[in-house]
């Protein structure tokens, strides 16, 4: 895919073998192809500020009513950090990426400040349907399993991709080369339903694959987090990590005498939505109709497009056709 180049320097994380802590330096990046640079930081729990502070919408191009709001006057978002360049925290500890100035966007065209809530990816669902924010924007695939649990707006899509240690040691270069070898990824996403035939990928994954064809399974490893899924590549736990094509290009540049990408072109890309929980009447609720609202205003003034440029994920970018159907 065609990508712009980055000309700014970036932060990147330095993973330990024995935790995943972070430090910053600051390398030049610019010759790095778009989606694989971005900032990165350690993970802390609970609330944390947006990267930056919106102003409210001149004119709102929607309300939401207060009792419709974890909080009134905020958007409460729930995203799991870091999984740059789509959501991070930048060298003050704040949260930023693609996906955190969306959601600040939509916030802003809904005339609310925003809060963000940093939440585990494999309780995310729990969290905006128990009530603990009213949206969740976390690169969360679209699948059949979830629209049961949640409603979902799509704002973009990416593929599928892994990571291996500088050089390729294990020559992982088509599907067939995964067979016998494990694979981390984080607990909850799409990657481990893939691997495992679950979900929407149920009697077709990519270990039925391997054992169809005589061959030993894939040793699926899970992680509570994407960055203890990196780091077991990094410590030799794992022979691959499998994430979304942004983090795992990313992670191929920030580190690159420790990764590479493997051989295994890039999966197909899969829309990623908008959690919005579901109300008892089956209609969507005037959160879900508000956000959809703010996401297609953005489109049409071209912030939307400017975010995803800035990070440099604009390959990502969806159409309205793709969110009004």
């Known amino acids: 895919m065609q990508r712009a180049t980055l000309g700014v320097a970036v932060v990147t994380v330095a993973i330990s073998l024995a935790a995943c802590s972070s430090s910053s330096s600051s390398p030049s990046a610019s010759s790095a192809p778009a989606s694989q640079v971005a900032t990165a930081a350690p993970t802390t729990a609970g609330s944390t500020a947006p990267s930056a502070a919106p102003s409210a919408a001149a004119t709102p191009v929607a309300t939401i009513p207060a009792g419709n709001l974890v909080l009134p006057g905020k958007l409460v978002v729930c995203s799991d950090i870091p999984y740059p360049p789509l959501e991070f925290f930048d060298d003050a500890g704040n949260p930023t990426g693609s996906d955190i100035d969306i959601a600040t966007g939509i916030a802003t065209k809904l005339g609310l400040t925003i809060q963000i809530e940093n939440s585990v990816f494999d ?79 149920k009697g077709d994954g990519l270990s039925k694959q391997c054992t169809d064809k005589g061959k030993p399974k ?31 290009a990313y992670y191929t540049i920030a580190h690159a005498d420790q990764f590479d990408l493997s051989g295994i072109p890039a999966l197909q890309p899969i ?3 908008i959690s919005v929980a579901k109300t008892s009447d089956g209609k969507h609720s005037p959160v879900y109709d508000a956000v959809k609202t703010a996401l297609l205003s953005m489109i049409a003034d071209g912030s939307y497009q400017a975010i995803l440029a800035k990070y440099h994920v604009d390959d990502g970018a969806v159409t309205p056709a793709d969110i009004n159907k």
Do not use: H, W
Not at 231 to 240: E, H, I, K, T, Y
């Open 271 to 273: 829309k990623a939505g």
């Open 218 to 248: 894939i040793d699926m490893k899970e992680f509570p987090k994407d960055t203890d899924a990196l780091a077991a590549l990094l410590g030799g736990q794992v022979d691959a990590y499998f994430a979304d094509t942004p983090p795992a």
């Open 123 to 201: 309780t995310i669902i729990a969290a905006v349907t128990g009530g603990k924010c009213d949206i969740v924007v976390s690169d969360q695939n679209i699948t059949a399993d979830r629209l049961k649990a949640v409603d979902m707006i799509p704002y973009f899509q990416a593929g599928q991709s892994f990571v291996v240690a500088k050089g390729n040691p294990k020559a992982i270069n088509t599907t067939d080369d995964l067979c016998g070898k494990s694979v981390a990824a984080e607990t909850g996403t799409t990657e481990v339903d893939y691997v495992n035939g679950v979900g929407d990928y």
